[in-house]
């Protein structure tokens, strides 16, 4: 697979996070040359937050982690890529609690402390002996780097995706380190992907949750690819509090405002990366949308504007085919009034109060649609709600990735 | 553009119907060699019924006739191709009354009486002067054929669609015929595209609009090509009453009943011609959901599968991918257990209680994708709800259709 056009020019440097242990392995869940399995170790009075996909057939690993998040803490982390485990019945559930358990063992933890996250084909059940022969592997080795794990947690991604803050709290610098994978079934009802954050900030899990939930909202409940829910979406943060921080206990405290913004905007930033990603992608779409009757009913008209085949197609043609917008506000299923509405393609007007804008220049608008990151926006002149909301065209990318896949 | 693959081997031939008189017309919306305007004319005392896009954006030849329709009488229809006239302000307006008042000063009626649809491009006010010289020019006409109808009210069409049905009421014998054009911006927020229904039967306006409405429910608010609402749909059916049968002036009237059953089967025979034209369709695919809450619940499961971009590039794919069916009933955000699940192609059950069917027989699900008709059926195991919804493949041409298709 050739790497994404949108990619960035290189994986960024991420520091170490402290309390925070990670290595790479081979289980082998396909034959491929190339780990898969990852495995996170984090120091004792880890937190932990984390938001799982909204489908109503979610994988086992996603009920796992559901369980486990009400306890608030974390030792470790296992990631497997190439099978998702979801659809897989008991046998899907017998895996996970062996992949626990093992580890659970080797570090002396509770297996809830243990969170699994699974990627890949569905319907298959995971090979317990690979994920064991796998974790014992991982056991064994030092440490990899952000890079190798980020490699390792991929599936038909064409880039590793990767992203970091620091900020200082209380004196105390703190590092947040977050990875991501995409690439296909990314649609926002949550997070659509696995991503995984790091800090080694002290944050007591429910304030950390608070946060995390907030950052989701922006950032990976914002982007969408194909509108295909997967069944295994997860992103989970871990706090290792080994920066010595005075410890966030909820979001009034000193500290956590900046704490927040730093993890909405990695999240952010791994967001974006998976749109970068999107299969197929040629061109990355911001949608803005302003004006609605609330913020609620300005994102899902952003969101049916990024998932509509025609808007995608257009601007994979570069064609400035508002009324294809048109269309896609209409079918919505939000208050809207025809003529009220006004759309614009980068800085250009190009429809207002129901109707095109007569000889508005052209130029500008064929020069914006040539580039490589496009911005529709539309104002519904309702009320003051608006949301943003990422996506990618829809190109013969996108075909031959899904329809020459064989399960 | 080429012949669908799914089209039917020839246009059917089609009976006249008593009292409508068909011409078409060049008014020449687009630099195209082809007639672009027809006009129907109906006898006096012509009832008419119709269904309209839920788009909150509706084209001004929408809005007319849902005002029309109030009245429940019609003398003449005239369809354009090539401008859909939404999103064009007041100028839009304009075109539709010029239009009504052009046929309706000609055959002595009222312009209300006058019914106007429009398809094509959004955004571009029609020209009044194209619309008026086309009408003129149809009414110097004699009549066309069916499929000369068929063929000038189509856009992006391949084919040609017309059906027709007879029966006999009250010892009168009656006739049915409807044409229908797609092919594109085809999602069942009631008909995403043009249908028009026309009959000899004698039936009240409001007896029709009580049996268009169910007939529509089962045929163009079950397809699916994309997943785009057309701000233009409009089904509309006329009777003429030329039959002499007893007038059916209620569903309980004798005779209601089986015109009610011809009108559905006809309508649902317009919509797979929908279907088989979807823009760059290689397969019919027929979901068939049962074990749903209730049948609304079931007819959203089926959509999602439907409009699923995953689902269809693996039909696409010849691809045997039930996960992602999985996924698509995950995503519905309808009550849905995945433990009780169970999903066949075909004949073949594949998948049950939540995971595979061991060993299940791949041959004859195979054998089945490779064919151009596919049957997905899905039982959500949860009460008796059912639904059956159409839809068409995602390949290569439907990008190329619209990403290289310039407004």
Not at 67 to 82: E, W
Not at 214 to 226: E, K, L, M, P, W
Not at 312 to 335: C, F, H, L, Q, S
Request: one cysteine or more.
């Amino acid at each position: 697979m050739n790497r994404s056009p949108l990619a960035p020019a290189r994986f960024p440097d991420l520091p170490a996070v402290a309390g925070v242990d990670v290595r790479t392995a081979r289980a082998g869940y396909k034959a491929w040359d190339r780990d898969d399995l990852t495995l996170a170790l984090f120091r004792p009075g880890t937190s932990v937050a984390g938001v799982t996909t909204r489908s109503a057939c979610p994988s086992p690993e996603v009920e796992w982690c559901r369980k486990a998040l009400v306890l608030g803490t974390a030792r470790a982390l296992v990631v497997n890529a190439g099978n998702s485990n979801a659809f897989t019945g008991q046998r899907g559930r017998e895996a996970v609690e062996a992949i626990a358990a093992r580890v659970a063992g080797a570090i002396e933890a509770l297996p809830s402390d243990v969170f699994v996250a699974s990627t890949g084909v569905i319907g298959v059940p995971l090979p317990i002996d690979k994920a064991e022969a796998g974790i014992d592997a991982a056991l064994a080795t030092s440490g990899a780097d952000w890079q190798a794990a980020a490699a390792a947690i991929a599936t038909t991604d064409t880039f590793e995706k990767g992203a970091s803050r620091r900020l200082s709290m209380g004196g105390h610098d703190v590092t947040l380190v977050g990875i991501a994978k995409g690439s296909g079934m990314i649609a926002p009802d949550m997070a659509t992907m696995l991503a995984f954050v790091f800090t080694d900030a002290a944050v007591l899990p429910d304030a950390l949750q608070a946060m995390l939930s907030r950052a989701n909202a922006g950032s990976f409940s914002a982007i969408t690819v194909d509108g295909d829910t997967s069944t295994s979406d997860t992103l989970l943060a871990f706090a290792t509090g080994a920066a010595g921080n005075p410890t966030i206990e909820s979001l009034d405290d000193n500290g956590a405002e900046p704490f927040a913004a730093a993890l909405a905007d990695l999240c952010r930033e791994l967001a974006l990366l998976v749109v970068r990603d999107g299969e197929g992608a040629s061109k990355l779409i911001e949608v803005q949308v302003t004006g609605a009757v609330s913020d609620g009913s300005a994102h899902r008209v952003a969101l049916s504007i990024a998932n509509s085949p025609l808007v995608k197609t257009a601007i994979a043609g570069e064609d400035a085919n508002w009324g294809r917008v048109v269309m896609a506000v209409g079918k919505a299923g939000e208050p809207a009034e025809r003529d009220l509405l006004a759309i614009r393609f980068g800085a250009t007007q190009v429809a207002r109060e129901g109707s095109a804008v007569a000889g508005y220049d052209e130029a500008p608008v064929a020069a914006h649609l040539k580039g490589q990151e496009i911005e529709i926006g539309v104002d519904l002149g309702m009320g003051s709600g608006r949301a943003t909301v990422w996506t990618c065209d829809l190109t013969h990318g996108y075909i031959s990735i899904n329809a020459d896949y064989r399960s």
